[in-house]
């Protein structure tokens, strides 16, 4: 293999891994009505596992990032996989709700935490010169992941039950990707790689710097309105399709819920990339505020036409095109989002709060955003 071509194969290895890694999150909604059932438990205890995986995935960034450069990406992105897949294995036998929250909650999100830190730090040393494209193309491998998985997951539920389903997958996905990292490496002296562009302004902060720095607190403020309305959608999507009655009506001979689900992916996956290069053409904040307000727009949309499957459909499509983001706001996207519903009894007013987070989110990356981070960088040493 010519040595300047081994990036693009890591690039290749690093989108496989990605997609192994993506159903734990994106294809949790079709299995809380099942762990419901089985677990007797109500629809925000269950939710409380994706909190913790979205929690876990998020915020043990740094000692995961920390791991990955200490004992390189080949072997901490396979137990990443592999920590992911038995996730989904043992959440088969959980009988309770604390099991499920240690077995779906705890190695899920550790396992794809590490995978998607790991994968990302190392297309950035492998793509000095592009890293925007690669980090946005093994990002949309996340995005894309569920596409193959989430009809095959639906017809195996539906004929074989939730624990045979979990652990077949579980055992699929956690191989796969363990395999494309045994692949991985670092570069060395002897690839070659293109040089990093000349940057005009570039400044590296510590993070008390940073926790003191107003766009920081903008930036995080808006990222977890975001992220709350994005992932109370991710969660909760099989629940409300069930109450709006579309779930199973067939569009184009194939039932609404999987084939919302399977589009979402698409569009999803494409979004990463495609923002990207937008923000690359007409800045940060105008991308965010076309996005976030898109957003806004479809959704509305779609609750308006809630009670017609192909518009659930193409409209969810939309939806999940303009979410890029997760945090702190798992606990609001997830239990507490139905808690909202189980306490007025429609799925309404948690549509209304996204819709009203969206709005505001993209409206500040204009009026507020813009001008702070103008700020920040006028005063900050190049």
């Given at each position: 293999?010519?040595?300047?071509?081994?990036?693009?194969?890591?690039?290749?290895?690093?989108?496989?891994?990605?997609?192994?890694?993506?159903?734990?999150?994106?294809?949790?909604?079709?299995?809380?009505?099942?762990?419901?059932?089985?677990?007797?438990?109500?629809?925000?205890?269950?939710?409380?596992?994706?909190?913790?995986?979205?929690?876990?995935?998020?915020?043990?960034?740094?000692?995961?990032?920390?791991?990955?450069?200490k004992?390189?990406?080949?072997?901490?992105?396979?137990?990443?996989?592999?920590?992911?897949g038995?996730?989904?294995?043992?959440?088969?036998?959980?009988?309770?709700?604390?099991?499920?929250?240690?077995?779906?909650?705890?190695?899920?999100?550790?396992?794809?935490?590490?995978?998607?830190?790991?994968?990302?730090?190392?297309?950035?040393?492998?793509?000095?010169?592009?890293?925007?494209?690669?980090?946005?193309?093994?990002?949309?491998?996340?995005?894309?992941?569920?596409?193959?998985?989430?009809?095959?997951?639906?017809?195996?539920?539906?004929?074989?039950?939730?624990?045979?389903?979990l652990?077949?997958?579980?055992?699929?996905?956690?191989?796969?990707?363990?395999?494309?990292?045994?692949a991985?490496?670092?570069?060395?002296?002897?690839?070659?790689?293109?040089?990093?562009?000349?940057?005009?302004?570039?400044?590296?902060?510590?993070?008390?710097?940073?926790?003191?720095?107003?766009?920081?607190?903008?930036?995080?403020?808006?990222?977890?309105?975001?992220?709350?309305?994005?992932?109370?959608?991710?969660?909760?999507?099989?629940?409300?399709?069930?109450?709006?009655?579309?779930?199973?009506?067939?569009?184009?001979?194939?039932?609404?819920?999987?084939?919302?689900?399977?589009?979402d992916?698409?569009?999803?996956?494409?979004?990463?990339?495609?923002?990207?290069?937008?923000?690359?053409?007409?800045?940060?904040?105008?991308?965010?505020?076309?996005?976030?307000?898109?957003?806004?727009?479809?959704?509305?949309?779609?609750?308006v036409?809630?009670?017609?499957?192909?518009?659930?459909?193409?409209?969810?499509?939309?939806?999940?095109?303009?979410?890029?983001?997760?945090?702190?706001?798992s606990?609001?996207?997830?239990?507490?989002?139905?808690?909202?519903?189980?306490?007025?009894?429609?799925?309404?007013?948690?549509?209304?709060?996204?819709i009203?987070?969206?709005?505001?989110?993209?409206?500040?990356?204009?009026?507020?955003?813009?001008?702070?981070?103008?700020?920040?960088?006028?005063?900050?040493?190049?």
């Amino acid at each position: 293999m010519a040595k300047a071509s081994a990036r693009w194969v890591q690039l290749g290895l690093g989108l496989i891994a990605m997609m192994a890694i993506s159903s734990p999150q994106y294809v949790w909604t079709l299995f809380t009505k099942s762990f419901q059932d089985n677990l007797g438990a109500t629809l925000p205890a269950i939710q409380i596992t994706f909190s913790v995986v979205i929690v876990l995935q998020t915020w043990l960034s740094p000692l995961q990032g920390y791991l990955v450069d200490k004992f390189g990406p080949r072997l901490l992105i396979a137990l990443g996989c592999l920590l992911s897949g038995a996730g989904w294995v043992l959440s088969a036998q959980a009988t309770s709700l604390t099991g499920l929250y240690l077995t779906y909650g705890l190695f899920c999100g550790i396992g794809t935490g590490i995978v998607y830190v790991g994968i990302i730090g190392l297309m950035v040393r492998w793509f000095p010169d592009r890293r925007g494209l690669a980090t946005g193309v093994v990002a949309a491998g996340y995005g894309f992941g569920a596409i193959a998985t989430t009809f095959p997951i639906d017809s195996m539920l539906k004929s074989a039950g939730y624990q045979h389903t979990l652990v077949v997958f579980g055992i699929i996905l956690g191989l796969v990707g363990a395999v494309a990292a045994l692949a991985m490496r670092m570069p060395n002296g002897g690839d070659v790689l293109p040089p990093a562009p000349a940057m005009t302004r570039s400044r590296d902060v510590a993070p008390r710097q940073m926790l003191r720095a107003p766009v920081f607190w903008l930036l995080f403020a808006m990222m977890t309105m975001m992220s709350t309305g994005g992932l109370m959608i991710i969660s909760q999507f099989a629940a409300f399709s069930r109450d709006f009655g579309v779930a199973n009506v067939l569009v184009f001979g194939l039932a609404a819920l999987p084939l919302a689900l399977t589009v979402d992916r698409i569009t999803n996956g494409l979004t990463r990339p495609f923002f990207g290069w937008l923000s690359d053409q007409i800045g940060r904040e105008n991308t965010m505020a076309l996005a976030f307000l898109m957003e806004a727009a479809a959704v509305a949309i779609m609750v308006v036409f809630r009670n017609d499957a192909l518009v659930f459909v193409v409209l969810s499509a939309v939806v999940f095109f303009g979410y890029m983001a997760q945090g702190v706001g798992s606990v609001l996207g997830g239990p507490l989002a139905a808690l909202l519903h189980d306490a007025t009894g429609s799925w309404l007013p948690v549509f209304g709060i996204i819709i009203a987070m969206d709005v505001l989110t993209g409206c500040l990356a204009l009026i507020a955003l813009k001008p702070v981070r103008r700020r920040y960088l006028a005063v900050s040493p190049a």
